[in-house]
Structure formats: structure tokens, C-alpha cells
């Protein structure tokens, strides 16, 4: 994922620019900006969440701060990657995470999920 | 169903590891397959993907994502890159990579749409376009003993269908129903559809063993256009929403 933004407090938030997204890579609705039918969905996370956590994240359950909907991760509504990965909520289109790399972070914000449920064997 | 435990462990997942270029084997006008050799690859399940970066001299990167299109075989890994007109890495993966050097990847990655070899049950693969590369891992992963597979298989036009000869031998053995459907223009050559151009619709899906009570369990890939309108219409037949995994590949041209 292409670095972006200045890194300072907050989520970098770069130029919109053309998302150029990773699988098929045609231009797609920019960053946050396209509430249009995303393009991508939570399997595209599976690379960049594998940065931070150190099970696959997408085959767990979130569930919705907005609507309270569970939805497995891989099922999120995906735009970017400019500025960064956005995965909305497949029943209210509520933002549920982003993540955002830069040359020396990993900026994840999971503040759209009140939880989230990880399969593990026992 | 669903499980964290996939191959690769914590470090070998993580790492960003070279892919040497062994072999190219062109697939259709607008598809290439990339035989990549990769130290130590850990292995991976059918419908698994990597993601590919390239670093240009100024250390720009690009990074994309790539459906694994084989079973795991030693280092050996091959990937089918769909060429995007002004795309910043597919061109160049499929154009002008030269055999021995190479890209990083990133994998294998992807719990989610993956379909084990010893899951029970029938599986229907629903292909758009370039989604057929995960559910063809998933194809050539099926043991010749295994479960029945169905794969419909949604292309413009005959021009556009990847691994043609494949899926014609292997829709001759026993156990693979391959179907296709040409949403511009058939060829009239009989590329296995007698069915007029059109978008996917429900009378594809039709037939006897692939009803909701047979309890398939459903992959979808390929853009998100044709996701959606491949889920709805699983759902309205029918098909239990828990059996159905999908996976959206870019914005539906």
C-alpha cells in the first residue's frame, strides 16, 4: 500500500487521486470520497491486517457501532487504497475501519466496531 | 466453517519475499499466468491470494493483489495477472517482467474465501471475468474423488475465457459441470453455451443437485457489479446466505 499523508496526530489523509485498487486495478471511486458499489471487499484487507495481527482478521465478526449489524470482516464494503483502506458496513455503509501505512506506521482505526470475534480453536 | 489457522505462521505471512519469474505462459489477449518461484513458500489453500509490490528506482511502490491460480507445488506458485489498459503494475507483470527477476509478495494471505479439499458438499464457483482465477485454484485443488463442482462461468464474449482447454478436459471427466455464459456476443462455435448473450440470470444456476437443498456451498468472484447480481440471485433461489462466500475484484467496467 502506497504511502500518504504527513503522519502527524490523525489518520494522514492524502490527495484523493486515482484509486488505483489493487485486484483488477481499473480506476474505482476515490478513497472515501465514491459511496457508489465498492469496488474491493474485506478479503483485500487480508494483506495489510496481516501487518498488524497475527491471525487472518478477515474471516472474523464485527459488529456495527452504527446498526449493530455482524458482519465477517472479508464482507466489509472496501474503497481506496487512496489515502488509505476503508471498510464500511455491509448493512448501513457506516464506516467500520481504516487502515492507513505510511513509511513508518500502521495507522488502524477500528473505532466503527464495537466488537469484534475471532475464531480460534480451543 | 470459518477458521484463523492458515498456513504460512506468523513471520513467513508477514514478510514481503521475493518471486523469481520462471515461466509465462500467456492465457488469452488479456491474461497471463506468471510461474513464480518463491523460497520456502509455506503452502496455501485453494481461493488464497498474495499481494504483489513493485518499487520503482525513486521508491515509489504499487502494490496490488493477485489470486494464487494452482495448488501449492513446492516453491512453485502461479498467479494469473488480468492486464488493466493503463494499469500501473498489471501491464507490467504481464508485458515486460523478465524471466529471472523478481517481484515481492506478500502471503499467502485470505481466510475467507477459501475452500478446504476436505469440506463436504457440493460447490458452486461463480465466475466473472477475471474471478475465475481463485475458483480455477479451487478446481485444480478438487481430487478426482471429490465432491461435485459446478462452475458457471459469466465472460463478454469467447474471446475473453482463460484456461479454455482445461475446463473443456476437465468438464469431460466425471464429478466438474462446467457452463459457460457470454454477456456481448457468443461465438456460434458451440464454446459450450447454445444460450443467447446476457447478463447471468437464474436458469443458469438451474439443475438437478444444485438446489438450495443440496446445500452447495457457494463462491463468487470477479467484478462487483457481477457479485452482487450473482449473490441475489443465490439468495432469491434460495441458497442458505452462510453458504455463500464472495469476493469483489475491482469496480465492474
Keep these: ?122 | 466453517m470459518a477458521r484463523a489457522a492458515i498456513p504460512g505462521g506468523l513471520s513467513a505471512r508477514r514478510a514481503w519475499r521475493p518471486g523469481r519469474l520462471l515461466e509465462r505462459r500467456v492465457e488469452s489477449a488479456g491474461a497471463t499466468t506468471l510461474i513464480l518461484d518463491v523460497t520456502d513458500w509455506p503452502g496455501h489453500l485453494p481461493g488464497q491470494h498474495v499481494d504483489v509490490r513493485l518499487t520503482a528506482e525513486d521508491g515509489y511502490t504499487a502494490t496490488r493483489s493477485y489470486s494464487l491460480a494452482a495448488p501449492a507445488e513446492g516453491d512453485r506458485v502461479e498467479l494469473t495477472v488480468q492486464r488493466v489498459p493503463d494499469g500501473e503494475v498489471s501491464p507490467f507483470l504481464c508485458d515486460d517482467l523478465l524471466l529471472g527477476d523478481a517481484v515481492e509478495l506478500r502471503g499467502p494471505v485470505g481466510g475467507w474465501f477459501v475452500w478446504r479439499p476436505d469440506q463436504p458438499g457440493p460447490v458452486l464457483l461463480l465466475a466473472g471475468g477475471s474471478g475465475l482465477v481463485p475458483l480455477m485454484a479451487m478446481v485444480r485443488a478438487r481430487p478426482a474423488d471429490g465432491p461435485p463442482f459446478r462452475l458457471v462461468y459469466s465472460v463478454r464474449q469467447p474471446d475473453d475465457l482463460i484456461y479454455r482447454e482445461e475446463l473443456a478436459a476437465v468438464a469431460g471427466t466425471g464429478g466438474v459441470d462446467v457452463r459457460y455464459v457470454f454477456t456481448r456476443r457468443t461465438s456460434g462455435d458451440g464454446a459450450g453455451s447454445a444460450r443467447r448473450a446476457g447478463r447471468l440470470r437464474a436458469a443458469d444456476l438451474d439443475g438437478q443437485g444444485w438446489g438450495p437443498a443440496d446445500a452447495p456451498t457457494c463462491f463468487v468472484c470477479g467484478p462487483t457489479g457481477f457479485v452482487e447480481a450473482a449473490a441475489t440471485i443465490l439468495a432469491s433461489a434460495g441458497h442458505d446466505a452462510a453458504r455463500i462466500r464472495t469476493e469483489r475484484f475491482g469496480p465492474s467496467g
Design chain 1, 1 to 122: 500500500m502506497q504511502s500518504s499523508g504527513d503522519g502527524e496526530t490523525d489518520l494522514p489523509s492524502g490527495p484523493p487521486g486515482e484509486a488505483a485498487g489493487p485486484l483488477g486495478e481499473a480506476a474505482g471511486p476515490p478513497g472515501e470520497g465514491g459511496r457508489g458499489t465498492a469496488a474491493w471487499d474485506g478479503n483485500l484487507l487480508a494483506g495489510p491486517l496481516s501487518e498488524v495481527f497475527a491471525v487472518d482478521v478477515t474471516t472474523a465478526v464485527g459488529r456495527c457501532r452504527g446498526c449493530g449489524a455482524r458482519s465477517a470482516i472479508a464482507t466489509l464494503r472496501v474503497h481506496g487504497p487512496q489515502p488509505g483502506l476503508v471498510g464500511r458496513c455491509p448493512g448501513c455503509d457506516d464506516v467500520l475501519l481504516r487502515i492507513v501505512r505510511t513509511p513508518d506506521a500502521v495507522w488502524l482505526d477500528l473505532g466503527g466496531l464495537t466488537s469484534l470475534r475471532i475464531p480460534a480453536d480451543g
